[in-house]
């Protein structure tokens, strides 16, 4: 589960501050999809950015819990402490699939064994073992051996989500991964997102700005200047 207490985020604005996320408090519960929607602008990516760890809040808490691991609070970490959080518990996919141009789909996710740790041995071989389960459960098992400029877009982007998940994430962050996909193709990477989300227990928080993939989202929260809407379903996931 990953659960944002009382966020608060702000930017620099010329001689003031923008605030991006204002006293947002939601739960992304373990095994399900919680969508987050809202105009551009409205601080979903922010809101994102404050869950991955990848900026710190203002204010605020991000707790992170898991089966195998004691519960954190990602906002009270250093940088150092919250890049090892991200490397072992927290599988990133952005709107474009960020992979290595040089890489095989294969070699995306063996790299995710090389980012260090107390143990490398230990999680190379955990990573190594899993590689091939995931590229087939995101349906590209005759696709491994191929590199990026050979794959779709909707491929690259299941290579992408296989990537995130291969050191077993208690967290899933996904933002608008649908967003330089056709429908159809869309539709099938919203599916798997859920599928996966489901068989595999992670807590899943995802943004769309786009509410045709509806359907795909267990719960919705809906953000307007920052803040969770007051009609929308947040604090109520927790079931
Ligand atoms: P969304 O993803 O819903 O479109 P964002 O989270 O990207 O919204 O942005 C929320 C607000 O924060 C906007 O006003 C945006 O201009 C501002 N913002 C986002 N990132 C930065 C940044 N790195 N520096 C300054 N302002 C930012
Ligand atoms: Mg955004």
Same mark, same amino acid.
């Given at each position: 589960?990953?659960?944002?207490? =009382?966020?608060?985020? #702000?930017?620099?604005?010329?001689?003031?501050?923008?605030?991006?996320?204002? =006293?947002?408090?939601?739960?992304?519960?373990?095994?399900?999809? #919680?969508?987050?929607?809202? !105009?551009?602008?409205?601080?979903?990516?922010?809101?994102?950015?404050?869950?991955?760890t990848?900026?710190r !809040?203002?204010?605020?808490?991000v707790?992170l819990?898991? !089966?195998?691991h004691a519960?954190v609070d990602a906002a009270k970490l250093s940088l150092e402490e919250a890049a090892a959080l991200r490397r072992d518990r927290i599988? $990133? /996919?952005?709107?474009?699939?960020?992979?290595?141009?040089?890489? #095989?789909?294969?070699?995306?996710?063996?790299?995710?064994?090389?980012?260090g740790g107390a143990?490398?041995?230990?999680?190379?071989?955990?990573?190594?073992?899993?590689?091939?389960?995931?590229?087939?459960?995101?349906?590209?098992?005759?696709?491994? =051996?191929?590199?990026?400029?050979?794959?779709?877009?909707?491929?690259?982007?299941?290579?992408? $989500?296989?990537?995130?998940?291969?050191?077993?994430?208690?967290?899933?962050?996904?933002?608008? !991964?649908?967003?330089?996909?056709?429908?159809?193709?869309?539709?099938?990477?919203?599916?798997? $997102?859920?599928?996966?989300?489901?068989?595999?227990? #992670?807590?899943?928080?995802?943004?769309?700005?786009?509410? /045709?993939?509806?359907?795909?989202?267990?719960?919705?929260?809906?953000?307007?200047?920052?803040?969770?809407?007051?009609?929308?379903?947040?604090?109520?996931?927790?079931?």
């Amino acid at each position: 589960m990953i659960e944002l207490q =009382n966020v608060t985020l #702000t930017f620099p604005d010329g001689d003031s501050r923008v605030t991006a996320v204002d =006293n947002v408090t939601l739960t992304a519960p373990a095994g399900k999809v #919680t969508g987050i929607t809202g !105009p551009s602008g409205s601080g979903k990516s922010s809101i994102l950015a404050v869950a991955s760890t990848l900026i710190r !809040p203002d204010s605020g808490s991000v707790l992170l819990s898991g !089966p195998n691991h004691a519960t954190v609070d990602a906002a009270k970490l250093s940088l150092e402490e919250a890049a090892a959080l991200r490397r072992d518990r927290i599988g $990133i /996919v952005f709107q474009q699939s960020n992979l290595l141009p040089s890489l #095989t789909a294969r070699e995306q996710l063996l790299v995710m064994a090389e980012l260090g740790g107390a143990d490398r041995r230990t999680r190379r071989a955990h990573i190594s073992g899993r590689v091939d389960e995931l590229l087939a459960a995101v349906g590209l098992a005759e696709h491994a =051996n191929k590199r990026p400029h050979q794959l779709s877009g909707g491929q690259r982007q299941r290579v992408a $989500i296989a990537r995130a998940l291969v050191q077993e994430p208690d967290a899933l962050l996904v933002d608008e !991964p649908t967003s330089a996909l056709d429908q159809e193709r869309g539709a099938e990477i919203m599916q798997l $997102i859920s599928d996966l989300t489901h068989e595999r227990g #992670t807590a899943t928080l995802l943004v769309t700005h786009d509410l /045709v993939h509806r359907g795909t989202l267990d719960e919705l929260v809906t953000v307007v200047d920052g803040r969770i809407a007051a009609d929308s379903m947040a604090g109520s996931a927790a079931a």
